[in-house]
């Protein structure tokens, strides 16, 4: 570390900076209180030595100045003869620590191996936060992203119960998250529930918590979840997969907002946001009897569906290099490149795993491929098979003979066909969905002989 000693005693300072010197600091030392302000504004150090008697400027009068120019500093003071009132006023100004003279070695060593262990703690709690920031980005720019996120602007400030449709990985619990972020319960606790994960007989134990006794191994009590998120918001993820008897027994605690523990008496009431997501049509769940149709609706005040990333291939650019950016911060190395043309082959991809694929496979990327660059090769050894590719996307009989031209036009032409047959020939809907306009659209849809 870079440490600044202020001394009148020369002794002082020199067995300072040769103790200090000696354990691998960077130590610069001066005899007055006026030199160590001047060396403040033109150097920054880590830590900061001064006597309390030096001269016309005092060692108190030096550290509000030197504070003023480097407020992180750490700064001990040093006395052969200063008193607890003393003491007291300059840890009020903001001195770290007060110590007395002869100093002891074997101290000053220890002080700074313990600064130095919180500094590194400090630095990577930043990465940590700053990993967690990067995780939690909603990023994208295509249509159905602008209007997801629309729709959590309005969503989010109210208390209302929303219920998230989705497909494996594309996001669900990101969006989640976001809602909480933007809602008045944001300084509250996010918490979740994967109901797919628990057998029955153990999701409400999770959700309600039990009491000491209420069951053999009940040994303690346990804060359910519902408790845990007092005050925030409960994410209960495939809520499609909640047994029959927990969704009775939901229901009711929706009804009366309180609940029982298991084995409880008492009632407890609760302040919290519910937040469903699933991957099923509970419509049709509901028609088979495995979901609840006054459940459903309880939960479904705001229904929100996020797009599959098919839908928004557009966005992919931006994700990849998001998560290389996430995953070089992660392992401390430089962002590895990915070349035009591996971004288009990342846009070629039907992604069946969504953005959970995606992000597995740039993972996979930046930890076992040696270039600094990633090249259209290395996706398509990522991704398996090219040609098993190219027959999930449905790229059929293009011969490599056919011109870069050509090729994008039959593209072109499957992306419109797929779209008109989808939505039934609806222009307006259409070109809401392909981000274009309409006078294009009729453009392009006259072009390749397809009715409008």
């Known amino acids: 570390m870079n440490i600044l000693v202020a001394d009148d005693e020369k002794n002082i300072c020199e067995s300072l900076k040769w103790l200090l010197g000696r354990e691998g600091h960077q130590v610069e030392t001066c005899n007055s209180g006026e030199e160590a302000v001047e060396i403040a504004r033109t150097r920054n150090f880590d830590i900061a030595f001064l006597d309390v008697m030096m001269g016309e400027m005092s060692g108190i009068e030096a550290l509000k100045e030197i504070l003023g120019i480097q407020p992180a500093l750490i700064v001990f003071m040093i006395s052969g003869n200063a008193d607890i009132a003393t003491a007291v006023q300059a840890t009020k100004l903001g001195a770290y620590d007060f110590m007395e003279k002869p100093l002891n070695p074997d101290k000053v060593i220890l ?50 119960r929303i219920l998230i449709y989705g497909e494996n990985g594309s996001g669900k619990e990101l969006v989640a998250r976001e809602i909480h972020y933007k809602s008045l319960r944001k300084k509250g606790p996010f918490v979740q529930l994967n ?115 098919k839908d928004r291939v557009q966005d992919i650019p931006i994700l990849a290099k998001h998560f290389m950016r996430i995953y070089s911060v992660r392992n401390g190395k430089k962002d590895k490149e990915i070349s035009p043309s591996a971004i288009a082959e990342l846009m070629l991809y039907p992604w069946p795993g969504n953005i959970r694929e995606l992000r597995n496979t740039i993972e996979r990327l930046a930890i076992m491929n040696p270039s600094d660059i990633i090249e259209a090769a290395d996706i398509q050894t990522a991704l398996g098979d090219i040609s098993v590719r190219e027959k999930e996307i449905e790229i059929k009989n293009v011969s490599l003979k056919l011109s870069l031209k050509q090729q994008m036009m039959d593209f072109e032409k499957r992306v419109l066909m797929d779209a008109h047959s989808k939505y039934k020939g609806n222009v307006s809907k259409i070109a809401k969905v392909l981000d274009t306009d309409r006078a294009n659209l009729h453009k392009k849809l006259k072009k390749y002989g397809i009715k409008d």
């Open 195 to 309: 109901c797919a994960a628990f057998p029955k007989d153990l999701i409400e134990s999770e959700l309600f918590g039990y009491e000491k006794g209420a069951f053999t191994g009940a040994a303690r009590q346990k804060i359910g979840l519902i408790e845990s998120a007092e005050g925030g918001t409960l994410l209960l993820d495939e809520v499609g997969d909640m047994p029959l008897e927990t969704q009775v027994k939901l229901l009711r605690v929706l009804q009366e907002n309180e609940f029982f523990r298991l084995g409880g008496t008492r009632p407890i009431k609760f302040n919290v946001r519910i937040i469903s997501a699933t991957n099923k049509d509970l419509l049709k769940e509901i028609e088979q009897e495995r979901f609840r149709e006054d459940l459903y609706f309880r939960l479904n005040v705001v229904p929100i569906t996020v797009p599959p990333l």
């Open 111 to 160: 002080e700074l191996k313990k600064i130095k262990e919180q500094s590194v703690i400090r630095d990577r709690m930043k990465e940590l936060e700053k990993l967690v920031d990067l995780d939690h980005q909603m990023l994208g720019e295509t249509l159905v992203m602008r209007e997801l996120r629309k729709t959590i602007e309005q969503a989010a400030p109210s208390d209302g």
